[in-house]
């Protein structure tokens, strides 16, 4: 395995890519993604221990996604049992990936933990115990200072993880040399990583806006809760498909 150091213009092929790869095998790639939010949701009605086993298993269900999207780009029909494609290659690696997963459900509860400091552990408390955010608290100013500062302990943590499953699973790296060759690979492909992230953004933004344009010509103000949801759902299968061609260009060594 070779760190690989891609042009800042890959960030828009890897985009190209997901969303080529998704169109590939859309009925496939939606009910996977489907079944993976599902899956989440249930753990979560659970409280606490819900929301940290759902967190454990996101690394381990992100890398079934990366093989359901390596399976679409070679033209197959990924089933629904590649989603746990991460805990049936050996004892060894499902183990390294249980591991990696509960050094992220650690890693987000600290982040949590920080942000606690910050307006008394409302947000921490509502992500964990659930409840309904009411407008009153959303715009209360520690609120949004623990939200704001939990999206920036986030994205050093989601740096640590871009990689990680999926080294651990076809270079069985050990879990915690795979967060940093994770991190470095992010960094190293900086602004590929960053031209990405702002390709993305642009698209989420746009199929706003193509929402509410649309809910505006049928005159259904109530239409845009309708549409948005099953939209930016589908916009996410996209985006879960489109990561599997960053791991592969920043590694040059070929997946097998």
């Known amino acids: 395995m070779k760190l690989n150091i891609v042009p800042a213009r890959q960030g828009v092929q890897w985009f190209k890519l997901g969303v080529r790869t998704f169109f590939k095998q859309p009925l496939a790639l939606c009910g996977l993604f489907f079944i993976f939010m599902a899956l989440m949701s249930v753990l979560t009605l659970i409280p606490v221990l819900g929301n940290v086993l759902a967190l454990a298993l996101l690394p381990g269900a992100t890398l079934g996604f990366m093989v359901a999207t390596e ?28 591991i990696l997963g509960f050094i992220y459900a650690a890693g987000f509860l600290l982040v949590l933990g920080i942000s606690a400091t910050v307006d008394g552990g409302k947000f921490a408390h509502l992500y964990l115990m659930g409840g309904a955010m009411t407008p009153e608290t959303v715009m209360e100013p520690d609120f949004e200072m623990a939200v704001l500062l939990a999206m920036g302990l986030y994205m050093p943590l989601s740096l640590l993880f871009w990689h990680a499953p999926a080294l ?20 190293r492909n900086f602004w590929a990583f960053t031209i ?44 879960f498909t489109s990561i599997y ?3 592969k260009d920043c590694f040059n060594e070929t997946l097998e």
């Open 196 to 239: 990405y992230s702002l390709v993305w953004l642009g698209a989420f933004i746009a199929m706003g806006m193509l929402v509410a344009v649309v809910a505006a010509l049928i005159g259904s103000p109530e239409a845009v809760t309708g549409i948005m949801f099953p939209m930016a759902m589908l916009m996410a299968a996209m985006f």
């Open 245 to 247: 061609f960053s791991f």
């Open 71 to 98: 399976e679409a780009n070679k033209g197959k029909f990924p089933m629904p049992a590649v989603l746990l494609s991460a805990f049936r290659v050996g004892r060894q690696q499902a183990t390294s990936m249980l």
């Open 168 to 187: 651990v699973h076809w270079h069985g790296i050990a879990p915690v040399k795979s967060l940093f060759f994770s991190l470095v690979a992010c960094l």
